[in-house]
């Protein structure tokens, strides 16, 4: 099995205010890339009724999803064909 398109390292991740989001680095073969996922789809994660979650939440929900956030933002990278940074997850890839 060769080596997945972008990879992730556990537990590097900053809060984005000015997008309300978490922002996090994957590395690629040609280096890193920026991904950011918003409040709204960390609020969905934990409760699909949940309208918004503040910043602190937001962090706790990342920490308890990363890896499953790993997994869509890396989806997301190849269904993209990379796209331009940052890669901005939302709701609506979560069902994808």
């Given amino acids: 099995m060769?080596?997945?398109?972008?990879?992730?390292?556990?537990?590097?991740?900053?809060w984005v205010a000015e997008r309300d989001s978490v922002g996090?680095?994957?590395?690629t073969d040609l280096g890193e890339v920026?991904?950011?996922i918003t409040a709204d789809a960390l609020a969905e994660l934990i409760n699909p009724e949940l309208d918004a979650i503040d910043p602190?939440?937001?962090?706790?929900?990342?920490?308890?999803?990363e890896s499953d956030?790993?997994?869509?933002?890396?989806?997301?990278?190849v269904k993209r064909l990379g796209g331009e940074p940052p890669?901005?997850?939302t709701s609506a890839d979560l069902d994808s």
């Fill in 24 to 27: 996090f680095v994957g590395t």
């Fill in 2 to 14: 060769g080596r997945p398109s972008v990879r992730f390292e556990m537990g590097d991740y900053k």
């Fill in 87 to 89: 890669i901005l997850l």
């Fill in 69 to 77: 956030i790993h997994r869509i933002a890396q989806r997301e990278f």
């Fill in 34 to 36: 920026e991904f950011l």
């Fill in 56 to 65: 602190d939440t937001a962090i706790e929900v990342f920490v308890e999803f």
